[in-house]
């Protein structure tokens, strides 16, 4: 059933790629890539990108569920994620990705009622074993939230902040410059250090909460929809960022928008919200697979409805 | 749009059928109420002040001001009367003193606890307590202090003479109990106000609990903070009862919390309730003191507003 999708699907996921081809050509981060002028009859193929083997993963996830009181929020997710690739997951609202992305730093463990069941190996190691230290775990493991939300501090000490609290021994001036020149942002503030970072705009703050998440060297960067609260224009600066990001960094991000998936990631994981025999409901993983894959020949029909608009 | 579908408003097409079908009479009264509502308290404060003044004034045509405020020798009842005021400034300030240094510190511990670390059923339970320790009369409190907190530091006091009957240590403490709730709570709800997405901001940076609490929602919440403290310095100032009961009544020049003292509202309370004849010059001294007691809050208002405005970090 799901090797012969119907004719009408197929028109679907044609239409679906183009608007994400159309986007991926408006888009600056993709300019240079696309002809200066587009003939309107051989429309631009959209370039998804290789993923590079799992041969070294960072998370191992394991039969992993969570609940939040007595309701299971996410139900029996497997997979592997990649070393220094960006991995996205998309779904409808509601199927748990968010959930399933705090568990990577525990960020849920500051919700009283959350509960996590099975595994989550973070290079071999039991993330929630006994003897794990949350907070050593998320100097390693950042995290970067839907709406910016840079500390009421000057933008130097936003910057600051992270390797303040962990005790950094060394120049912090130099830091500081560091950081924000890696997440491209040097330029457009080093005159306002001192001002406060509400001053910035939305997109700027969200670089700016990027540029904190690195100056604390973590080795993954977890991002929980970065660009929801974006105009376009401030997304493919952030994707722009995550692309050169991805070269030093593994980073996971959680997506709304099915065409950011397909133009940054490398592999996508597709969740969606199962309803059980008790009519309750629970977040899975659907699929999960190289991202070109996922877009142009999902092996699940739920995944192929998705990408082609029929739900979500 | 109403299910009943009398259909759509049609215009009548006579001139000014765009008025009000009907006079809104209950609109007018509701608003005149409401302001005359806020407007009690203001023509209250007005009044106080303009009550104030002319006994004060001319109090002050009969001492001077640089004696009053610098003289050491409180005796404004007695002859050869004496109206040196700083005696019952320094006893005002020392017990507000010893308020303060019991009151913050419990007060804003009680604060981050509450906001940071308490589970919300905790939360839940404690809060209402702690509210409830403000309601009772400070009168209850100025007994306490004198029946059984000074006793008990008489008993345990290591070495020397101890605190006497009547002591500004005694008072200071239990007024300093008495403000925490008032602390406690205000400050409690200024932190609960900072928006949960820097905590999360904090955390995933790996703050501990005590990091994000002092370095993110404490100064996000410290114009708030300082308003709470601002009011429980202002109700120490105030405060009269437990004063009158523990500190005692004589007017005493010292820094030595264990000796007794006199504060402003202790000795207004003292003197007010005395059978002084109006126009006596023992009859102004209560405004000239009422108007300094005033004057000094003022002064703290204003200074804490602007250190706020100064320090404080807007979220929003």
């Known amino acids: 059933m799901t090797t012969e999708p119907s004719r009408r699907i197929q028109r679907l996921r044609r239409r679906a790629l183009r608007s994400a081809q159309t986007a991926a050509v408006a888009s600056p981060s993709n300019a240079p890539d696309a002809p200066d002028a587009p003939d309107s009859t051989t429309a631009p193929r959209v370039s998804f990108r290789d993923a590079p083997p799992l041969t070294t993963p960072v998370f191992e996830v394991g039969s992993l569920s969570v609940f939040y009181g007595d309701h299971e929020a996410v139900r029996d997710v497997n997979m592997t994620i990649g070393d220094r690739q ?194 309750e409901r629970h977040g899975r993983l659907v699929e999960y697979d190289e991202t070109e894959r996922i877009f142009s020949n999902p092996s699940d029909q739920r995944t192929e409805d998705y990408i082609s608009g029929r739900f979500g | 749009m109403t299910s009943t579908g009398s259909g759509r408003r049609v215009a009548s097409g006579s001139p000014g059928f765009l008025k009000r079908s009907q006079p809104r009479y209950g609109e007018k009264a509701v608003k005149v109420l409401l302001v005359a509502a806020s407007l009690v308290s203001v023509l209250t404060t007005v009044g106080i002040v303009i009550a104030l003044i002319p006994p004060a004034a001319e109090f002050f045509g009969e001492v001077s001001f640089g004696d009053f405020i610098t003289g050491t020798d409180w005796s404004p009842l007695f002859k050869p009367a004496h109206f040196g005021v700083l005696p019952l400034v320094t006893g005002t300030l020392m017990v507000t003193l010893i308020a303060l240094l019991v009151a913050v510190p419990l007060g804003l511990g009680a604060a981050v606890y509450l906001s940071e670390y308490a589970r919300p059923r905790v939360r839940a339970f404690f809060k209402p307590i702690l509210e409830v320790l403000a309601g009772i009369p400070t009168v209850v409190y100025g007994f306490f202090a004198l029946q059984a907190l000074t006793p008990l530091l008489q008993d345990i006091w290591p070495g020397g003479e101890g605190p006497q009957v009547f002591n500004a240590l005694s008072a200071g403490f239990v007024m300093g109990i008495m403000i925490i709730p008032t ?67 004589r007017p005493n020049l010292s820094f030595d919390p264990l000796e007794g003292m006199q504060t402003m509202t202790a000795f207004i309370a003292a003197a007010g309730i005395g059978d002084l004849p109006t126009g006596t010059i023992g009859y102004q001294t209560i405004f000239a003191v009422g108007s300094l007691l005033f004057v000094m809050t003022l002064v703290m208002n204003l200074v804490s507003i602007r250190l706020v405005r100064r320090y404080r970090q807007v979220y929003e």
Request: hydrophobic fraction near 45%; charge should be neutral; glycine fraction near 8%.
């Open chain 2, 183 to 249: 602390i406690a709570s205000l400050s409690e709800d200024a932190m609960n106000a900072v928006p949960n997405d820097l905590r999360d901001g904090a955390f995933a940076l790996g703050s501990s609990r005590m990091q994000v609490a002092t370095r993110v929602v404490f100064p996000a919440a410290l114009s708030g903070i300082v308003a709470a403290i601002v009011l429980g310095v202002s109700r120490a100032i105030g405060e009269t009862m437990i004063v009158a009961i523990a500190a005692g009544g």
């Open chain 1, 86 to 279: 960006i991995t996205a997951m998309i779904g409808p609202s509601g199927c748990g990705k968010s959930t399933m992305i705090r568990c990577f730093n525990r960020m849920n463990d500051l919700i009283p009622t959350a509960r996590v069941v099975g595994k989550i190996r973070y290079h071999g190691e039991n993330l929630y074993g006994k003897e794990v230290d949350p907070i050593e775990v998320r100097r390693r493991i950042g995290m970067v939230f839907q709406k910016p939300n840079p500390f009421p501090k000057s933008i130097y000490d936003n910057i600051a902040y992270g390797p303040r609290v962990g005790s950094f021994k060394g120049n912090l001036d130099d830091l500081v410059e560091e950081t924000l020149t890696r997440a491209a942002l040097w330029d457009e503030v080093k005159d306002k250090l001192k001002t406060s970072a509400l001053a910035l705009s939305g997109g700027q703050q969200q670089r700016l909460c990027i540029a904190r998440t690195i100056a604390v060297k973590p080795e993954v960067i977890l991002m929980d929809e970065p660009c929801s609260a974006l105009d376009p224009i401030a997304t493919a600066k952030i994707e722009d960022l995550m692309e050169h990001l991805a070269q030093e960094f593994t980073i996971v991000v959680v997506t709304h928008n099915m065409q950011q998936a397909a133009r940054v990631s490398h592999r996508t994981a597709f969740f969606t919200s199962d309803v059980d025999v008790k009519g």
